[in-house]
């Protein structure tokens, strides 16, 4: 996915003290030249800040190219990213701009030493790299150096269930946005909507409130209910540590083959599992692509 420039950028929204620390870093930070890596769980704005550090930084007028290895297969990573006899890759696509590598512990090890041998070449940045992580804790085969090389500065994306002060700015936002979007005036809330929306553990993060508020206003419903948003939602079980395993993981597994679209490849791997595992799970829970 080429950017020549970030469009209808995000406004990164909340009060909460992780939210503003990470604007505080995003300040400090963009103007520079160094790499920064961003560590969080799926729907949590990682793509955000990294959009984010690039407009606010000196190349915010050159490409912003993103890279998604987890959306590309392992045998076409190198050709993708640095190109053939044919095609340009990505990484000369982004010169003198800002490239983002999305979950970086996908990257094969071809690719690793590839982009290492070239990190080491450059006189200077032609390229600022930013990256994002799922993962908190590398494979062990990983490029230790070149770790040390994307990782400058480490910062962390918190799940939204560790910032519900921000909820309610959130929904307010996304709400005004979809109404205006798709046009929609008659869309009120119900009082007890906020104070549960508080209550619910969000495993999809922001991603989930905000496709969540859309589907919502999409279907034009006038007065806004917690079963509108979440459908199963339940006042007797809201926490996610009062749900056994199995009902946490078919949760889990639904909200993500949701959110991608039923996209098998991308979402076994944002899950951490193979394709294989997954397709094993679909049909254990019984669920409908």
Not at 182 to 196: C, D, F, G, M
Not at 198 to 222: D, F, H, M
């Amino acid at each position: 996915m080429i950017h020549a420039s970030v469009q209808d950028l995000d406004s990164i929204i909340g009060d909460s003290s992780a939210i503003q620390q990470i604007r505080e870093l995003i300040h400090q930070v963009a103007p520079t030249e160094a790499t920064v890596l961003i560590k969080g769980n799926a729907g949590s704005g990682k793509s955000l800040i990294a959009q984010h550090i690039h407009q606010r930084s000196n190349r915010s007028d050159k490409a912003f190219i993103t890279f998604n290895f987890s959306s590309i297969k392992e045998t076409a990573q190198l050709d993708s990213l640095f190109g053939d006899s044919n095609t340009p890759g990505k990484w000369l696509l982004a010169k003198g701009g800002s490239i983002f590598f999305k979950e970086i512990s996908l990257m094969n090890s071809a690719v690793q030493e590839r982009l290492l041998n070239t990190l080491k070449q450059q006189s200077e940045k032609e390229v600022r790299i930013l990256s994002s992580s799922r993962e908190s804790i590398f494979p062990s085969d990983f490029n230790q150096e070149l770790y040390y090389r994307l990782n400058t500065i480490e910062v962390n994306s918190p799940r939204l269930s560790n910032r519900t002060e921000d909820i309610p700015e959130l929904f307010d936002y996304f709400l005004e946005h979809f109404k205006s979007l798709y046009r929609k005036t008659n869309s009120s809330v119900a009082p007890l909507v906020i104070e549960q929306l508080k209550q619910y553990e969000w495993p999809g993060n922001v991603r989930e409130l905000k496709r969540a508020i859309e589907r919502v206003v999409v279907i034009g419903t006038s007065k806004i209910e917690m079963k509108d948003i979440i459908p199963s939602f339940s006042t007797h079980i809201i926490r996610e540590d009062k749900l056994k395993l199995d009902e946490l993981e078919e949760r889990h597994i639904r909200m993500i083959l949701t959110i991608n679209t039923s996209n098998i490849q991308k979402s076994a791997a944002e899950l951490g599992i193979s394709r294989a595992a997954l397709y094993r799970r679909i049909e254990k829970y019984e669920i409908i692509l």
